[in-house]
Antibody
Framework: QVQLQESGPGLVKPSETLSLTCTVSGGSISSYYWSWIRQSPGRGLEWIGYIYYSGTTNYSPSLESRLTISVDTSKNQFSLRLSSVTAADTAIYYC??????????????WGQGRMVTVSS | QSVLTQPPSVSGAPGQRVTISCTGSSSNIGADYDVHWYQQLPGTAPKLLIYGNTNRPSGVPDRFSGSKSDTSASLAITGLQTEDEADYYCQSYDSSLSGWVFGGGTKLTVL
């Protein structure tokens, strides 16, 4: 049974870079597409971007200019970097795996989430 | 404002049936992209409840069912139980936004 676990700082200063890592256990990262999704009271659930084990990425257009998602297959991990953060980036950040579906993917396995607050 | 529109709240008594609607547009549900549903219990991550409009992952009771028509979809819950009290979200893909989108969520209260 694949499990996901987010890790990283819970507090980031405005204008700095938010960095999180998702560790995949119980399975290989080379088997799925992997996304980052965030949730905040003001913005609800928001898809951020995904990465395939080969390194192929797809980012939300609204975040693309500040976003980098990378993968380390040797560690079974993938990571998120979001630069120039503001208070609007305060949210719970989830990593999730894609359930590949012909009519559009669902997200079938989620990490427990990492609360990140942007504040000085 | 979320791309997919859901009622903020619904309620029902134990044993009753409730439905939650999810309204989209021609660039998502109306473009024939599938709708998926998630259940989020307090303090936990969303859990996939329905995928591909009507399918239940293993372990999800058949009290939960989904449907889709034109630019909208619905989640039905029959035989309401107190443990069904949670937030429910719909999700699809949007071709105009080039990404996956969610509804704003519906809080289910079991009276």
């Amino acid at each position: 049974q694949v499990q996901l676990q987010e890790s990283g700082p819970g507090l980031v200063k405005p204008s700095e870079t938010l960095s999180l890592t998702c560790t995949v256990s119980g399975g290989s990262i080379s088997s799925y597409y992997w996304s980052w999704i965030r949730q905040s009271p003001g913005r609800g659930l928001e898809w951020i971007g995904y990465i395939y084990y080969s390194g192929t990425t797809n980012y939300s257009p609204s975040l693309e200019s500040r976003l980098t998602i990378s993968v380390d297959t040797s560690k079974n991990q993938f990571s998120l970097r979001l630069s120039s953060v503001t208070a609007a980036d305060t949210a719970i950040y989830y990593c999730a795996s894609h359930y590949i579906n012909t009519g559009g993917d669902a997200f079938d396995i989620w990490g427990q989430g990492r609360m990140v607050t942007v504040s000085s | 404002q979320s791309v997919l529109t859901q009622p903020p709240s619904v309620s029902g008594a134990p044993g009753q049936r409730v439905t939650i609607s999810c309204t989209g547009s021609s660039s998502n549900i109306g473009a024939d992209y599938d709708v998926h549903w998630y259940q989020q219990l307090p303090g936990t991550a969303p859990k996939l409840l329905i995928y591909g409009n009507t399918n239940r992952p293993s372990g999800v009771p058949d009290r939960f069912s989904g449907s889709k028509s034109d630019t909208s979809a619905s989640l039905a819950i029959t035989g309401l139980q107190t443990e069904d009290e949670a937030d429910y979200y719909c999700q699809s893909y949007d071709s105009s936004l080039s990404g996956w989108v969610f509804g704003g969520g519906t809080k289910l209260t079991v009276l």
